[in-house]
């Protein structure tokens, strides 16, 4: 599994949109910045409306080019949400750790993600800003507990320092790809566009990850 920048003239095997969602000012553009261009901007500007950023991945020798698409956290621009989240295959559900109040609204903006995307797709649950550990207001403990209820994915990661950036955006794709893999796989297709409503349950290991005392790694899950 390796990330490139080759020549994008090349077959494309698969297509994955994934979305971010949270507060305004978690961090969701810093980490999409990060991810698809290794870049971290001191003065982001708020996201206005919706933009997205590509990026072409090979994950077991095949192309995956990665839509990652970024909304602003206001809720002047809830309107754009059933447009937002049609076709998404993975999501990632993302909170400041220094603010309290951006973890609390996670659950609702979970009810809102189930409510418009397939109930198959992918969550990840983020815990962003954790180069600030002196400031944090969200225990560790606080986001597992709630990633193990709802069955989402769980890591925290710095835009910043890129901790954990590409690792989080790593395990949503690859366990995006060995679901609709399988799918097509099955039934013969070939390009797939990652059409939700192929996803079926599945868990794999989150890479690099044992926050929890008992050292276990943690599972990524598929939405209930």
Excluded at 45 to 70: C, N, P
């Amino acid at each position: 599994m390796s990330n490139f920048h080759g020549d994008f003239n090349q077959k494309i095997d698969y297509v994955f949109k994934v979305v971010l969602i949270g507060d305004s000012a978690v961090g969701k553009s810093q980490l999409l910045a990060r991810f698809a261009r290794n870049e971290f901007s001191v003065d982001s500007k708020a996201t206005i409306g919706v933009e997205f950023q590509t990026k072409t991945l090979a994950i077991d020798h095949k192309t995956v080019k990665a839509q990652i698409w970024d909304t602003a956290g206001q809720e002047r621009y809830r309107a754009v949400t059933s447009a937002y989240y049609r076709g998404a295959v993975g999501a990632m559900l993302v909170y400041d750790m220094t603010k309290r109040q951006s973890f609390d609204h996670m659950a609702r903006w979970l009810e809102e993600l189930r409510g418009h995307a397939d109930k198959n797709i992918v969550i990840m649950l983020i815990g962003n800003k954790c180069d600030l550990g002196s400031l944090r207001a969200v225990p560790t403990e606080d986001a597992q507990e709630f990633a193990e209820r709802e069955n989402l994915c769980f890591m925290e990661t710095s835009a910043l320092e890129a901790t954990n950036v590409e690792s989080a955006f790593m395990t949503v794709l690859t366990e995006i790809y060995h679901i609709i893999s399988k799918k097509t796989l099955a039934s013969g297709d070939g390009l797939n566009y990652g059409n939700a409503a192929t996803l079926k349950g599945t868990r794999i290991v989150v890479p690099g990850q044992d926050l929890d005392s008992g050292g276990t790694s943690r599972g990524c899950c598929m939405s209930s």
